[in-house]
């Protein structure tokens, strides 16, 4: 299994337009892959920034790929992105794993 990852931030005034975007954009598309087992997001505030924080969870790298494309290493982002101040880290990292254990 592979875990994707990907940071952004917007400024606070965006957070809760940003934090609905982000769902009907990059969580929608990802959960409509095939080969996609999840995908889960945590929002950080620090100064006048939200930080968003995505790990996506696929079955194998041509899923990744399906998703990304062939330069999968380079963030997928949105036309409308923009309109929310989006400062997106430009690449993602994939990371085999065997499982998920949630931390308590």
């Known amino acids: 299994m592979i875990v994707r990852t990907w940071h952004g931030c917007v400024p606070l005034k965006h957070a809760a337009g940003f934090h609905a975007h982000l769902l009907q954009t990059g969580v929608e598309h990802a ?29 194998n790298i041509d899923a990744v790929k399906a998703f990304a494309g062939d330069d999968y290493h380079v963030a997928v982002t949105y036309p409308d992105d923009e309109q929310f101040g989006l400062i997106s880290d430009p690449y993602v990292f994939q990371h085999e794993i065997s499982s998920i254990v949630p931390i308590v």
């Open 31 to 59: 959960l409509s892959i095939a080969g996609n087992l999840g995908a889960e997001f945590r929002q950080e505030t620090q100064g006048e920034y939200a930080h968003f924080f995505l790990a996506s969870y696929w079955e």
